[in-house]
């Protein structure tokens, strides 16, 4: 079925939230298609976003013709790792002929196949010819980490920084991650931090204090409107951020222009002031402004709320970037800003996954 990316469900801009990763009955979730979109609706997100393991299917018992807004997405699954793609027209036969040979779309794919390091520069290069958003999935939690070292991580227009927190490993993989954008961010690369639960079941399957729940994480992104197309260009801008529960506000003033996340000031002549404020934080923890991966200033939550001001000495900082992360007291991420970028932006000549996977080598934060 054909859904439109052009259709506007509120033509109003504003921030607009959804969950970047869940799964259906048409590969291996426990809702069907129109379950899923009603627990989108309960949890009171703002679209639903399937993105189910080599498979469109779920787009055809989602009816282009509802009230709310869906955005057709598939995970490609490989043994060299996951990643999602969006802003397809749904489960079309021009969709299914740009993922050809490599997966069948009508199939479920519970072992997925493996691709040589060739054949998958291909099939990424053949999906950025399509002008589709390509998002690296839980890039470092085994068993599904990213493999394939060769890879140009430069290709992909988005990072999961939060995946499934009522997964074990994911304690540990989920910090590592947002270090390690880090470190993608400190290399020149503007990569759109965003979250996904990953949604599969709302049953634990050890610990029942850990039932996993749409939209946690979810992510923010603005738009000028409530339409696919407007959200995969928020997407690409890195006009985003991704919570846990808090709200979060960032922006920067410098030489008489304000900046919101994604936006670059190109050479500040004057200090770049920066205001963040969090509120609706349930956990203990503290706000924390970072350039270039250094902790520059923090406070603690109280009442789950923090407002900080911050002056950004040019002189000091003569090119990089500037976020706000609401961090728990456990190092969980409990909110990411995506960066203000200030100053020249140097790059580098090569930016395989291999370079990165040196976890000695992240910043602290």
């Known amino acids: 079925m054909i859904h439109s990316l052009t259709k506007a469900f509120n033509p109003q801009p504003g921030w607009y939230c959804s969950d970047f990763h869940a799964h259906t009955t048409c590969s291996d979730g426990f809702y069907s298609p129109p379950d899923l979109r009603l ?193 995969l260009e928020g997407l690409r801008a890195g006009r985003a951020y991704t919570t846990m529960g808090p709200s979060i506000e960032f922006w920067a003033e410098c030489d008489g222009a304000k900046f919101q996340m994604g936006d670059e000031i190109p050479s500040p002549s004057d200090r770049v002031r920066c205001y963040a404020r969090a509120s609706g934080a349930t956990a203990t923890g503290r706000a924390c402004i970072v350039a270039n991966g250094n902790l520059v200033q923090e406070i603690r939550l109280e009442a789950g709320r923090a407002e900080i001001e911050f002056v950004l000495n040019p002189e000091k900082y003569q090119s990089g970037w500037i976020r706000f992360d609401v961090i728990g007291d456990d190092d969980q991420s409990l909110a990411l800003s995506n960066p203000i970028y200030f100053g020249a932006r140097q790059l580098q000549n090569e930016y395989n996954f291999g370079k990165f996977l040196d976890i000695a080598v992240y910043p602290k934060y």
């Open 39 to 231: 627990t989108a609706v309960n949890e009171k997100l703002d679209f639903l976003t399937v993105t189910d393991h080599n498979n469109l299917r779920a787009m055809d018992f989602l009816d282009a013709g509802l009230p709310s807004m869906v955005l057709p997405g598939v995970e490609v699954t490989l043994t060299e790792g996951h990643f999602n793609v969006f802003g397809m027209e749904g489960n079309a036969a021009e969709t299914r002929e740009i993922f050809q040979p490599w997966l069948d779309m009508m199939k479920l794919t519970r072992n997925p196949s493996s691709l040589k390091h060739d054949d998958l520069e291909n099939l990424i290069q053949r999906l950025i010819q399509a002008d589709l958003v390509l998002s690296i999935n839980h890039p470092l939690l085994a068993p599904w980490e990213w493999r394939d070292a060769l890879t140009d991580v430069s290709c992909f227009h988005c990072i999961e920084l939060i995946n499934d927190p009522t997964f074990f490993d994911n304690y540990k993989s989920n910090p590592l991650t947002r270090r390690m954008w880090s470190a993608w961010l400190n290399a020149g690369l503007r990569v759109t931090g965003i979250g996904g639960s990953d949604f599969h079941t709302p049953e634990p399957s050890n610990d029942r204090s850990r039932a996993a729940r749409l939209g946690q994480p979810s992510t923010y992104v603005y738009a000028h409107e409530l339409s696919g197309q407007a959200i």
